[in-house]
């Protein structure tokens, strides 16, 4: 069983930054798969990055492609996703996930979600 809580949403100004975090528990951290997702109004939830266990290996979607970095911290059994530029259209509630083996970008094949947490960016 892994329990994730999302922290760092918030207002951001267009072109700004933002750090989102989200805190894993669980002694198989190490194993997991993580990946960020984010859901608009009226929207589908949609894949934003994903990171393998080792963190070797990132994975972005198109829209977020050199704006956002994914990372992990395995002593603290945390993952990040830095926005940096966000733009109005990243608005969003943001989910983190994990999911045992290899990376997805399904959201369908995630195990196991925060909360989530909210991103509004002002134009």
């Known amino acids: 069983q892994v329990q994730l809580v999302e922290s760092g949403g918030g207002l951001v100004q267009a072109g700004g930054s933002l750090i989102l975090s989200c805190a894993a528990s669980?002694?198989?951290?190490?194993?997991?798969?993580m990946g960020w997702f984010r859901q608009a109004p009226g929207n589908e939830r949609e894949f934003v990055a994903a990171?393998?266990?080792?963190?070797?290996?990132?994975y972005y979607a198109d829209s977020v492609k050199g704006r956002f970095t994914i990372s992990r911290d395995g002593a603290k059994n945390t993952v990040f996703l830095q926005m940096n530029s966000p733009k109005p259209e990243d608005t969003a509630v943001y989910y983190c996930?994990?999911?045992?083996?290899?990376?997805?970008?399904?959201?369908?094949?995630?195990?196991?979600w925060g909360q989530g947490t909210q991103v509004t960016v002002s134009s």
């Open positions: 990171i393998n266990y080792s963190g070797g290996s990132t």
């Open positions: 669980g002694r198989t951290f190490s194993s997991y798969a």
């Open positions: 996930a994990a999911r045992p083996g290899q990376v997805d970008g399904s959201s369908q094949r995630y195990f196991y």
